[in-house]
């Protein structure tokens, strides 16, 4: 293959890739060594230095959203891109169509902050043992257990965006599996950091979440259109989350009860401040807590 033959390939891949979005994705992942779009899709002459672990064209082992996320495929956290889009310029067209909702429509916690911890996704009644089905196509990144998640799933979806699902009682896929929208994932339940059964669902692009209600009337369970038009906006409470905050020692006060009070672990205060658990604190003293 000559190299004007493949540079025509590329572009006709990221024509198809791309179609129906106006976001410079090249803006998105600059800065980003976990992000590199198009090492899945150059294919280089021999003379060139050719890498056989590359591949020159979507296959199927291309991850979903490939024109965007790239060839990262994390199976171990829920947001390894690390890409900060509080000040993005671009506007995002994001296919809503096809939706399914993934439980009940009773919210009992909201997107935003907790006292003075952010929840990122928001909380849906249901009992142990409720179907939790996938909202879109996609493909399955993450299942496994995790401390504060629990039994979670995380799909990322060929429309672009990636869904979480905490607290399962029972992880009913695989990573890499391909779902359909409607697909079962779990079962619902209380594992992880849970205070009684329910589902904590996230939505996020590139790692940074979305408030859900901002895609779905969570009163019927569809969506409110079937394309979403991410810009900045969404993005606009990372500078409260990324805030510094003190707590100013009174009196009575230790690391656990400020711990208690600001939702944040013992270990964090200390790793925040470069003091140990067993510090004496100080009337007055100032105690980083974000």
Known sequence: MTKLTKVKYLLLMLVFLLKGTDIAYSQLVQDSVDLQPYDLMIEEDENDGYDSTQ??????????????????????????????????????????????????NVITSRFGFRRWKFHYGIDLRCAVGDSIRSAFAGRVRIAKRGKAYGNYVVVRHYNGLETTYAHLNKILVKVNDEVKSGDLVGWGGNTGRSTGPHLHYEMRFLGEAIDPTALVDFATGKVHSHELRLTAGNFEYVKDVDQVRYWIVRSGDSLWRISRKTGVSVAQLCRLNGIKSSSVLSLGQHIRYT
């Open 55 to 104: 591949v020159a064209c979507a296959t199927d082992t291309t991850p979903p959203a490939f024109a965007i996320y790239g060839s990262a495929w994390n199976n171990q956290d829920v947001n390894p891109y690390k890409i900060s889009l509080v000040d993005m310029t671009d506007t995002v067209q994001v296919d809503l169509s096809g939706y399914t909702h993934p439980n009940r």
